[in-house]
């Protein structure tokens, strides 16, 4: 079924480059691509939520100390303190 797409000029050049490389027509490749995305988007590894990008960091930790999250705040001041005495 015929169909027509505008593309811009390094669009084009890149479908062309493309082509010559792999030895396909320029539909061959457009419809290749067509199906690589079509692809990616059912096996979900499309756009991914923010949580999937870092679900690797996300857990439990054992050892360390237990009080972590004990007087962050004041912690986080004497931090900044000290950084601010070193400068002088």
């Not at 480059?17 to 692809?39: N, P, Y």
């Not at 590894?45 to 100390?65: E, N, T």
Request: overall charge positive; proline content about 3%.
């Amino acid at each position: 079924m015929p169909l027509s797409v505008r593309l811009g000029a390094k669009t084009e050049s890149l479908i062309t480059r493309l082509a010559r490389k792999r030895r396909q027509t320029k539909s061959e490749v457009i419809r290749d691509a067509i199906g690589a995305l079509a692809e990616q988007e059912t096996n979900g590894s499309g756009k991914k939520r923010p949580y999937d990008q870092v679900a690797h960091l996300i857990g439990c930790v054992k050892g360390g100390p237990r009080d972590l999250s004990v007087r962050t705040g004041e912690k986080f001041r004497q931090i900044l303190v000290d950084r601010k005495r070193m400068r002088r």
